[in-house]
Each structure stands twice: as structure tokens, then as C-alpha cells.
């Protein structure tokens, strides 16, 4: 199937700081990219779906500023967290839609975000 | 209303058992598809089964079946023949529309916990 690279898998930061996620399509190219937070014991929700070349749409209730994405290339969007708080700690997750013959979409491995 | 209801969220089964995990889902679009991921305490996304709202019979992927009732608009995930791998999180999910692009709605998941 499709490969959605993920990178980091798992990241510490200060509060204050801000943190850079990317996410990669390395067999196809992807016009959109689907970006998810999962806290612990809880389910993927939306947070905001990113197209190539145009701004990206958030979910109702996601802060634009706080959550800036960016999708500069057909194989490349990325989330950063901008000035992080402990609150902002999750699991972040990216998505391609499905692909060619495939029904499913394409996950990236996630990224734990930890912010102290 | 909730799209995506998962009443279980906990289930325990003996290892060899088959089990159920139930989803219920709601949407007046006649075009939808239906997913199961697994989710291990790694945090990766696994594509289980697909189910497409116009598919005639019940799919299956291995020891993974859909178990489609689209009147009563469930579709729930029988595994037989249970493993201590299947311990995780599972995942039902729904993408409305005929657009592959389309973003997946997910329900608040089970854990399913596989016992000697």
C-alpha cells in the first residue's frame, strides 16, 4: 500500500517552544493530507485537512494560529504546534485519502508530543 | 447525534475465542464506506476490513469479517480464532461520499484484551 513517513515518532519540548511534524508521502503524491490528535484513551479527531497549494481547512473549535499547517509539496505537509503548553501533550496523526485501487487511507506511525 | 457509536470500550476474550466488537453508525448519504482499524499501544493505524455501503455481501479479510446490517446500520467486527496480538484498540470508522478524498469519522474505539 501507499507509505505515509511520519517524523518524529515521539518528541519533548519546553512550553513556550514551538514543534515542527512532518509527514511524507514517499510512493504517491498527496493533494491532501488529513491531520488527527488522539488523547490518551480516546478517539482520532479531525483537526484540519491540508491541501497543496491552498490554505488548509480546520475543524471547528481548532485555534489556526496555534495549529499552523503546511503543504508546500505534492509529498509534503507538516503540523507545527506553535508556542506549546502541557495541554497541547498528545498523539498527533497524519492521513493520506485513499489512493489508486486501495479503499483504506494511509496512516503515518504518529508523533507523541510532550510538552513540559 | 454521534456518526460513529461504539458501545464497548472494554471487551476481554479467551485466546481461540472468535469475538465481537459492535459499531452503529448514522448518515442519510447513500454512499459511504466503512473501516475497522487496529490500534496498538505503539500507536500505528492497521487497516483491518473495508465495507462499502453498496457491497452485496458481508467482507472479509482473513480471521477479520464484517458483520453488515444496513437497515439497522451496523457493522460490526467479528475476529475469529483470537491471538494474544490482537490485544489493542480497535476502531470503527465511516467515510461519507463517493470521494476517496473524503475524511473518516471515528468512533471512541474498543480495547480488546486477549486471554490465555
Known amino acids: 500500500g501507499a507509505v505515509v513517513s511520519q517524523h518524529p515518532s515521539w518528541v519533548i519540548c519546553k512550553s513556550g517552544t514551538s514543534v515542527k511534524i512532518e509527514c511524507r508521502s514517499l510512493?504517491?503524491?498527496?493533494?491532501?493530507m488529513f491531520w488527527y490528535r488522539q488523547f490518551p484513551k480516546q478517539s482520532l479527531m479531525l483537526m484540519a485537512t491540508?491541501?497543496?497549494?491552498?490554505?488548509?481547512?480546520?475543524e471547528q473549535g481548532v485555534e489556526k494560529d496555534k495549529f499552523l499547517i503546511n503543504h508546500a509539496s505534492l509529498t509534503l505537509s507538516t503540523l507545527t504546534v506553535t508556542s506549546a503548553h502541557p495541554e497541547d501533550s498528545s498523539f498527533y496523526i497524519c492521513?493520506?485519502?485513499?489512493?489508486?485501487?486501495?479503499?483504506?487511507?494511509?496512516f503515518g506511525q504518529g508523533t507523541r508530543l510532550t510538552v513540559v | 447525534a454521534q456518526k460513529i457509536t461504539q458501545t464497548q470500550p472494554g471487551m476481554f476474550v479467551q485466546e481461540k475465542e472468535a469475538v465481537t466488537l459492535d459499531c452503529t453508525y448514522d448518515?442519510?448519504?447513500?454512499?459511504?464506506?466503512l473501516f475497522w482499524y487496529k490500534q496498538p499501544s505503539s500507536g500505528e493505524m492497521i487497516f483491518l476490513i473495508y465495507?462499502?455501503?453498496?457491497?452485496?455481501q458481508n467482507a472479509t479479510e482473513g480471521r477479520y469479517s464484517l458483520n453488515f446490517q444496513k437497515a439497522r446500520k451496523s457493522a460490526n467486527l467479528v475476529i475469529s480464532a483470537s491471538q494474544l496480538g490482537d490485544s489493542a484498540m480497535y476502531f470503527c470508522?465511516?467515510?461519507?461520499?463517493?470521494?476517496?478524498?473524503?475524511?473518516?469519522?471515528f468512533g471512541t474505539g474498543t480495547q480488546l484484551k486477549v486471554e490465555l
Open positions: 491540508s491541501n497543496e497549494g491552498s490554505k488548509a481547512t480546520y
Open positions: 470508522a465511516m467515510r461519507e461520499g463517493t470521494g476517496g478524498g473524503n475524511k473518516l469519522t
Open positions: 492521513s493520506s485519502p485513499s489512493q489508486g485501487a486501495y479503499t483504506e487511507a494511509f
Open positions: 465495507q462499502g455501503s453498496y457491497d452485496q
Open positions: 448518515t442519510s448519504d447513500p454512499s459511504y464506506g
Open positions: 510512493d504517491f503524491q498527496a493533494t491532501t
